[in-house]
């Protein structure tokens, strides 16, 4: 009889940090069961703004979406976990990398499940375009 207390291996710790993390709920499903490929861009558009914004250092706004991709479906309950990867920098405007994995309650591989590229434009208290500073490092 195995007992509770058995040595098992640490997770790996991931090499990157997500920006976000979430957990799929009943709510965020279509008639089928599966997680609204709406609700990933959501989660998807959060991330991207939320990197857009450090990197702008204020407001940012989605300007465009470009390449989603629909890898594999997000089920009730896993774990999906979005990075954010700046990829170029203009005056104004930024592109930046987005993709999600998920992950089952009960396990710790993940599995791509959808990647997108996001246009950002950094805004002033006008909702004007803005310049952003040209020497942004990602901690």
């Known amino acids: 009889m195995a ?4 040595p098992r291996e640490p997770p790996r710790q991931a090499l990157r940090e997500p920006m976000i993390r979430v957990i799929a709920m009943p709510a965020d499903t279509n008639p089928s069961g599966d997680i609204f490929g709406g609700w990933l861009m959501a989660q998807m558009d959060l991330a ?5 914004m450090r990197v702008a250092e204020g407001r940012c706004v989605t300007v465009a979406v470009d390449a989603m991709a ?3 479906p997000v089920h ?3 774990e999906v976990s ?9 005056r104004t405007s930024m592109k930046i990398s987005v993709e999600a994995e998920r992950r089952t309650r009960f396990q710790t591989a ?3 499940v959808t990647k997108a590229v996001f246009t950002f ?9 803005r ?4 020497d942004f490092t990602r901690p």
């Open 82 to 90: 979005f990075y954010a990867d700046l990829i170029s920098m203009g």
């Open 3 to 6: 007992t509770c207390d058995a």
């Open 76 to 78: 009730v309950g896993d």
């Open 131 to 134: 310049p952003i500073r040209q």
């Open 121 to 129: 434009v950094a805004i002033d208290e006008d909702r004007k375009p």
């Open 70 to 72: 629909f890898l594999a």
């Open 48 to 52: 991207a703004g939320n990197m857009a």
């Open 110 to 112: 993940t599995v791509p």
